[in-house]
Each structure stands twice: as C-alpha cells, then as structure tokens.
C-alpha cells in the first residue's frame, strides 16, 4: 500500500499573505509626573531669566554662563517636552522631541542636584536627593521613549514588508 505524503508544489493565495503585524504598544502620552516637571522647568527658567531668581546653590556652585545654559536648557526642555506630548503628526516626531526634552531636563536637574551638594555637602541631603530623582526618573523615560521608538522601527518594517510581499 502507496502513501502520498508529497505536497502540492503551489501555493495557496492565502499562503503567500504573511500574517498581519501585531499592534504596537507605545507609552507616549500623557505622563502627569513628566508633564508637571517639563511644565515646572519651563516656569522656572523663565522666572529665572525674567526675575533674575537665581538659587544661591547654582549661583556659588557655577559659573554666569553656566548659569544661562542652565536656565536656558530648562526653557528649552519644557517647551521641547510639551511640544512633544502634544505632536500632532506622526508620533515618531512627537516622542522624538519629547525624547530630547526629558534628556535635557535630566541633564539639568543633574547638574543642579550636583551643585547643591558641591555648595551644602550634607547639608543637601534632602534637596539634592529630591532633585536626583527628578533625573533618574528624566532617564527612566528616556528608556521607555527608546523602546518606543524601536518598537515603531520594528512595525513600520513589518508593514514594509508585508506591502512588498
């Protein structure tokens, strides 16, 4: 007794279709946390070139120009940050500028946190900390805008290639 096991050498029209790509997950959006400090940096860094309401931490720690990337730098990632929050186009722009703005503002609280213990040593303890954290937390979502990003990377190729398939 003859078994077939051979297969047909054709292709089904359903064969040569690849599976659609699967929903890609992005954590843009609304960050309340992130909103309020890219906001609070924006306020702050112009009432600081407005007022010339400088703390006495960053004044004693850094030199004037210093200061003004400082101050300029908080400017910049608070208007970058919500921008990007609120792109209206495609959402790669979008995360990247808010990607942009969340370095910065990590940077800047960086350097403050640093300035503060440079200037008060244990003195700081508490506003240091608290100011570090707001640069952890500015890297934390660097990570996650990163992923992001490559999670679209990976999609727009998938439907690249299912398009040209």
């Known amino acids: 007794m003859k078994q077939d096991n051979s297969r047909s050498t054709s292709q089904r029209a359903t064969d040569a279709i690849p599976p659609p790509p699967p929903p890609t997950r992005v954590s843009s959006g609304r960050h309340p946390f992130e909103l309020t400090f890219l906001l609070g940096g924006l306020v702050c860094g112009v009432m600081m070139v407005v007022l010339d309401a400088l703390p006495r931490s960053l004044v004693a720690a850094m030199p004037s120009t210093?200061?003004?990337?400082w101050e300029l730098g908080l400017i910049l990632a608070g208007l970058l940050g919500l921008l990007g929050v609120a792109w209206p186009g495609?959402?790669?722009t979008g995360l990247?500028?808010?990607l942009g703005a969340v370095l910065l503002l990590g940077a800047n609280t960086a350097m403050y946190s640093i300035?503060?213990?440079a200037v008060s040593g244990s003195g700081a303890y508490t506003a240091g900390i608290f100011i570090g954290a707001v640069s952890v937390g500015s890297a934390w979502r660097c990570?996650?805008?990163i992923a992001d990003l490559r999670r679209l990377a990976r999609a727009a190729e998938l439907?690249?290639?299912a398009g040209t398939s």
Do not use: H, K, M, N
């Not at 210093?66 to 990337?69: G, N």
């Open 66 to 69: 210093i200061e003004w990337s």
């Open 143 to 145: 990570c996650q805008i």
């Open 90 to 92: 495609q959402i790669s």
């Open 96 to 98: 990247g500028l808010e």
């Open 159 to 161: 439907a690249r290639w």
């Open 115 to 117: 300035a503060l213990f």
